[in-house]
């Protein structure tokens, strides 16, 4: 069965029944699943959900639905959320009216993860006779073959038959070597890790290396990259291991890749390759809690084992403890303990053992107090606050280090204990508060503060507040706070540019007004943000007087000295939050936050092409520097609104490729109809000849050409094409005229070329 020939045909039937925009959502799901970007995946499931809903169509809730936990259970292991949805998609998957959706056999994938990620060896038996049953109701002919085969992979593993998996997958990969669609190492991954865990250190490696070649997907390269990574470390190549390792910001949020890059960072860590330091327990912690809270019981018991160890080696006996107390309050979750408490009862001999060497040593190491070092200060302060428990600064401090860990109970503990009526007790609860993300107490604490005699103490409180309302999106409490900040220093551009930006959505003008009263009334003023939000706001205005005035500041020049900006400045990327397209476009800027479409989408997303666009001015993302990479490159904006829509239509053309001339001769032509051709052909792309079944060079290329130009456009490739060797095919161009006849023809061809 194949999945995506059945998704294929499906895309045809919904744009075909007017669904434009649900068959869209469908392309874009699992490709957002797969890459790792999850926020997109929760901005595009619950539209798609409600309109398969609509369509009426139970295959297509099945295909959301699974693709969702996929993101939710394979990649984020939510299970603690996400068990009970996994349990009613099987029941709905095995309905009459949905036992026969290619996809719902994957389904049964998801419920096995759930038991797999809560305690993977605990539920082994189950997850083996499950994936088991699942691979005897299909055959390798089945694109999900591999993907149960894999976990039934895991099984083994988890049930300690790391030889069983290797006889298991030489037995998967012999039924798929049978089909037609026969791939070298389809289940590497799989074997990679059985090889790793016989201690074949080596074969593993070699097949990784050989993995790494396949850049196509994104989730798999970052995989294998942790997967090097850790096999270096194994084989004592601690330096090249941390250079395969990825950065944490790769895998955050990606729990199945948590337990992966923890073990390879211990290992490179005792090879001297990365440093052992606080900031890595804080992060091993935040780990740690995110897994805890998923319901993710093994893998966060081995975290704190991990966790322990790595402190004992920097000698923080303290936090090698806490870690100890975080994994036992585990034991109970687990489904069967096996070698848990053992596990624990020898770190917590090792802890014991060091506490003692302390002791006979007579103190710890060293330490200075301004050397940033949250740990080592809570060893200090516990001996001064013996001392002096009622010192309010001590309390601080230490609810302060408590903080920089993440333990924020801790702190807050602390600090609620301490006498009533200090300002810097309350000003650190609010900051504790505030990283809990308990706003409405945030907010409280910050009104106590402003309510004092004290003007050090007022501010702190109006910042608490601002940061209270900004996170709860309250715009009437922040303008309020920005008000008496800006009454308490009314000269301040800090305060008017903050307050100028509360109100430019309720009230651009006002907004405007506000910051031409203290820019253009103090010329000494030195040029600053202030100016480039005045840029930003008065632009959304069309005021290009005042944007000439803080251009000019900004030491900016035109060609032109009045009217709308409109130039030739830097290629730029634009970052569209909204966007289904994981993709940043490329655009030309025209002005200090003005920019123009460049980027030709494909033509199943909406048009952009020559979009007039709004940014700010602020970058997102900055020219990637880093070694090995390309220097230098464009800068990423946010886009804050469209300007003006080019008023293009955007469709592909596929064909055997005519050459290079032929391709610019076509691209100079649909320039003189107004539009633009882009070659976005990917390395090796080919098309079968189907007279001598060769494989042969093709071309894939985008268009854009204005709206009323499509006519022009079929009959310009139309007389261009007849005279290329082979095929070339414009489908969505037929479609978008209703030439059907053409249309049927055309994708008869494409079935015949392979496109």
């Not at 081995?302 to 975080?326: F, N, Q, S």
């Amino acid at each position: 069965m194949d999945i995506w020939d059945w998704v294929g045909r499906a895309h045809d039937e919904l744009e075909q029944a007017g669904h434009e925009r649900l068959s869209q959502l469908l392309r874009h799901l699992p490709d957002a699943v797969c890459d790792n970007h999850h926020a997109r995946v929760d901005a595009i499931y619950p539209e798609a959900l409600a309109l398969a809903r609509a369509a009426e169509n139970p295959w297509l809730e099945v295909f959301v639905r699974h693709w969702n936990l996929q993101s939710r259970i394979l990649h984020r292991h939510e299970v603690e959320d996400w068990m009970g949805e996994a349990v009613a998609l099987l029941e709905f998957a095995n309905r009459p009216e949905t036992r026969e959706c290619p996809q719902s056999v994957c389904v049964t994938q998801d419920l096995v993860n759930c038991y797999g990620n809560r305690d993977g060896p605990g539920f082994a038996d189950e997850r083996i006779a499950a994936s088991r049953e699942t691979l005897g109701r299909i055959d390798a002919t089945w694109p999900c073959y591999c993907c149960i085969g894999g976990e039934l992979i895991e099984a083994l593993l988890d049930a300690g038959r790391p030889a069983d998996a290797l006889a298991e997958i030489d037995r998967l990969e012999a039924e798929l070597a049978r089909t037609d669609e026969w791939h070298a190492d389809p289940m590497g991954e799989s074997r990679a890790t059985v090889l790793r865990v016989l201690g074949r250190h080596d074969e593993a490696l070699a097949l990784i290396d050989r993995l790494m070649e396949d850049t196509e997907d994104e989730d798999s390269r970052v995989a294998r990259r942790v997967e090097r990574a850790r096999l270096l470390g194994l084989m004592g190549q601690a330096a090249e291991g941390a250079e395969a390792l990825p950065a944490f910001e790769a895998i955050d949020g990606t729990h199945s890749l948590y337990r992966g890059w923890v073990e390879a960072v211990a290992l490179l860590v005792r090879g001297g390759a990365l440093p052992n330091e606080w900031v890595l327990e804080r992060r091993l912690r935040d780990m740690f809690g995110e897994l805890r809270r998923n319901g993710v019981i093994r893998h966060g018991l081995h975290l704190c084992i991990v966790r322990g160890d790595l402190a004992l080696d920097r000698g923080r006996i303290a936090t090698a403890r806490r870690a100890l107390a975080d994994g036992r309050a585990l034991i109970p979750l687990l489904r069967a303990p096996l070698d848990g408490p053992a596990l624990l009862d020898r770190l917590a001999a090792e802890i014991d053992y060091e506490a003692g060497a302390l002791e006979r040593g007579g103190g710890g190491r060293p330490h200075d107090p301004d050397d940033g070092d949250p740990e080592a200060d809570l060893e200090w302060l516990a001996a001064a606050r013996a001392k002096d428990p009622d010192d309010p600064d001590l309390r601080v401090d230490e609810a302060r280090a408590w903080r920089a860990l993440g333990e924020l109970e801790r702190g807050e503990a602390l600090l609620r204990a301490a006498p009533a009526g200090h300002p810097s007790v309350a000003l650190e609860l609010g900051r504790t508060l505030a990283a809990r993300g308990d706003w409405a107490a945030v907010e409280a604490i910050g009104r106590r503060l402003c309510a004092l005699d004290d003007d050090e103490a007022r501010q702190s409180g109006r910042q608490l507040r601002l940061t209270a309302a900004r996170r709860t999106a309250d715009r009437a409490a922040e303008r309020a706070v920005l008000e008496e900040a800006l009454a308490a220093a009314p000269d301040d551009p800090w305060a008017v540019m903050m307050l100028a930006d509360a109100r430019a959505e309720d009230d651009p003008r006002a907004a405007l007004a506000l910051l031409d009263a203290r820019l253009d009334a103090d010329p000494a003023l030195d040029p600053g943000p202030w100016d480039w939000r005045r840029i930003l706001i008065a632009t959304r205005l069309g005021e290009w007087g005042a944007v000439r005035r803080s251009a000019a500041r900004l030491g900016m020049t035109f060609t032109t000295d009045s009217g709308p900006i409109d130039e030739v400045w830097e290629p730029i990327r634009l970052r569209v939050e909204d966007a289904v397209d994981p993709d940043d476009p490329w655009a030309l800027r025209t002005g200090p936050v003005t920019a123009r479409v460049a980027s030709i989408a494909p033509p199943e997303l909406p048009c952009r092409f020559g979009d007039e666009v709004i940014f700010d001015p602020l970058p997102v993302e900055a020219p990637d520097d880093t070694p090995g990479e390309q220097p230098g490159g464009p800068y990423t904006y946010r886009q804050v609104e469209v300007r003006a829509e080019g008023g293009y239509r955007a469709f592909v053309l596929d064909a055997r490729h005519p050459g290079d001339a032929a391709v610019e001769a076509l691209s100079e032509a649909v320039q003189a109809l107004g539009g633009e051709l882009r070659d976005v052909t990917g390395d090796g792309y080919v098309v079968v000849d189907p007279e001598g079944d060769d494989l042969v060079f093709g071309l894939y290329a985008r268009l854009a050409v204005p709206a009323d130009r499509l006519r022009d456009l079929d009959a310009l490739l139309t007389k261009t094409c007849a005279d290329w060797p082979g095929a070339a095919v414009w489908t969505e161009l037929l479609a978008a005229l209703d030439e059907r006849e053409r249309l049927a023809a055309q994708r008869a061809v494409m079935e015949l070329w392979g496109m």
